[in-house]
């Protein structure tokens, strides 16, 4: 997940904390298969991502780096399983909640590995790292968050494109990149013998669907790859793992979003119309009860104009300052990118 607004946006700790689907059961080590691993992030207090991880015969390769805390989190567990070193961490893709623990990894012994896609987006975004110049989403996240300002940003540098395969004749995983989804440079993890996918922020389970980086016409023709490997097990980066029918039903709130925004643009709505018929859709989706847990209230006005915008429709008009403002509580206030 991303969260967005001018590249960063501020979230105070009762938005998330409203969020369905922050659950007890975060930061326990769940046992996926022999030697697979998923642990469920504290997304509600410190913004962070799940993990995987996978104990091969002389290494561990964990999924995604989280932010630095979120490494240190779950560091020692896999510390506590294994003596086997963690020689590869896998960033699904290159959000701050994934990927800027790389760091933490790569100090801990870890190569940082990713879709030649994670290096492209942190080169247009990561603009200080790669050239010096103005202030990136890196900048933006250690200004609030401590563990960001201790580390600091290190890109993957061992690439794929199509595929990437770990291999010890007892565990195989695959890491794959099927095309855009969630971003331009998304990579899965699958386990072929075992029918596990980790999906990165590609396929979530609750209201987690940051869309600014990614296409959203694309991302449901993705999730048909994905959804023709028949995993029986969905590990996503935020919200409980599951099975098969969470790539489904992600998929199928995409295309019934779609189809609701598609009505307004064959009917000759204005971009303001469609705005305004936001709160409309989202009752309608939620009529559904495959994809209602999908529907909150950060992203979804979000959601609709990015489909929206894909259609070719104008942008949404600006809000009144009042109306774009987080609720202004007195709290800690969380940075996540
Ligand atoms: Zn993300």
């Avoid at 291999?167 to 331009?184: I, K, M, N, S």
């Avoid at 669907?209 to 016409?217: E, P, R």
Wanted: positive net charge.
């Amino acid at each position: 997940m991303s969260l967005s607004l001018h590249s960063v946006q501020i979230l105070t700790l009762a938005t998330l904390l409203a969020m369905p689907f922050v659950r007890a059961e975060v930061n326990v080590v769940e046992k996926v298969d022999t030697d697979v691993y998923f642990h469920e992030g504290d997304l509600g207090r410190y913004g962070h991502c799940n993990n995987g991880w996978i104990i091969f015969s002389d290494y561990v390769l964990m999924i995604d780096a989280n932010f630095p805390s979120g490494a240190q989190v779950v560091l020692p567990k896999i510390k506590a399983m294994t003596d086997k070193p963690i020689k590869f961490a896998f960033d699904t893709h290159h959000h701050g909640d994934h990927a800027y623990g790389n760091q933490v990894m790569h100090e801990a012994g870890a190569t940082i590995v990713g879709h030649s896609g994670v290096l492209t987006e942190m080169k247009k975004y990561e603009t200080n790292y790669f050239t010096g110049k103005g202030s990136g989403p890196w900048e933006s996240a250690a200004k609030n968050r401590k563990d960001v300002a201790a580390s600091k940003l290190r890109p993957p540098s061992l690439l794929f494109e199509q595929k990437m395969a770990f291999d010890d004749g007892t565990h195989r995983v695959e890491l794959l990149h099927f095309g855009v989804a969630h971003t331009h440079g998304d990579g899965w993890a699958w386990l072929p013998k075992e029918r596990v996918i980790f999906t990165g922020d590609a396929c979530v389970n609750g209201p987690y669907n940051y869309v600014g980086d990614g296409n959203i016409h694309e991302w449901i023709k993705t999730l048909d790859k994905v959804i023709a490997l028949k995993p029986l097990k969905v590990c996503p980066a935020h919200g409980p793992s599951g099975g098969p029918e969470m790539l489904t039903n992600q998929q199928q709130y995409f295309k019934s979003l779609l189809a609701e925004v598609k009505k307004l643009k064959v009917a000759g709505k204005t971009a303001a119309e469609v705005q305004a018929a936001s709160d409309t859709i989202k009752e309608t989706l939620r009529r559904d009860e495959r994809i209602a847990h999908y529907i909150g209230s950060m992203f979804f006005e979000a959601q609709v104009e990015k489909v929206w915008r894909e259609l070719k429709g104008a942008a949404f008009p600006p809000k009144k300052q009042a109306q774009v403002q987080p609720a202004k509580l007195k709290t800690k206030t969380l940075v996540m990118r």
